[in-house]
């Protein structure tokens, strides 16, 4: 996936991923039907944004601050749900205990989520849905190409990389700032915040988002992804 060893062309990769999001809501018989056009008391679109947070590297120093800037731009939007989740917490399919990965992503339309594997799930969102990315210190400098992975597959699967967080502060390491031998201090690093930053980012993807689905409600010519015809 990194290198697209596949060649498909950017049509072809929409197509696959269309086809995997609804294979996937087939067989955890999760139906949406309509969801694009679900409106809340005030009559105005629902804005599903989920925390998808992680436990040990990669986490929040203070996830509780963190889910409380979200929680405080998402009340100002009516319509706005926010769900927090844990990506050590969710089964596949089964939805016993809580949302399950494929219901969740599939009620989610901005996901906001530090770098990792649970990043993956972004193609069970419905097409156009939002992504919003968040890094420990030393990344951008040692961690390769590799890090770009979840943009690239934002974009092969229909979705708005809405760009990325590096957190400037973390762990010193020993060695000069571009030695190789830091990412092993840099990989499992944790990722502060800054309360300024991410309330506007947070504002602005919301003020987008709201925009686009007030005018897919408008137009009412957009066919939902949530209610596919897969076979």
């Not at 969801?35 to 992680?54: A, C, F, N, Y």
């Not at 943009?151 to 973390?170: I, K, L, Q, T």
């Not at 502060?192 to 709201?210: I, P, Q, T």
């Amino acid at each position: 996936m990194r290198h697209n060893e596949g060649g498909m062309s950017r049509d072809r990769r929409i197509e696959t991923f269309d086809l995997m999001r609804c294979k996937a809501r087939m067989y955890c018989n999760v139906s949406l039907e309509g969801r694009i056009h679900e409106v809340s008391k005030q009559g105005l679109p629902v804005i599903g944004m989920t925390l998808l947070m992680r436990t040990g590297p990669r986490s929040f120093t203070n996830e509780s601050a963190v889910i409380g800037i979200f929680e405080k731009e998402c009340a100002k939007i009516d319509g706005c749900r926010l769900m927090v989740a844990y990506s050590n917490n969710l089964t596949f399919c089964d939805q016993s205990l809580n949302y399950s990965q494929v219901k969740l992503m599939s009620l989610t339309d901005i996901l906001v989520s530090p770098h990792g594997a649970q990043l993956t799930n972004t193609f069970l969102m419905d097409k156009n849905s939002s992504v919003m990315e968040f890094f420990p210190k030393g990344w951008l400098k040692l961690a390769g190409v590799g890090q770009y992975v979840f943009h690239w597959m934002a974009s092969w699967s229909g979705m708005r990389h809405r760009g990325a967080w590096r957190d400037p502060n973390g762990d010193e390491c020993p060695y000069a700032v571009d030695d190789r031998r830091c990412m092993s201090i840099y990989k499992s690093g944790k990722i502060g915040f800054d309360e300024a930053y991410f309330s506007e980012w947070a504002r602005n993807v919301l003020n987008e988002v709201k925009a686009r689905k007030l005018e897919e409600a408008a137009n009412k010519t957009i066919a939902s992804t949530s209610s596919c015809a897969c076979g």
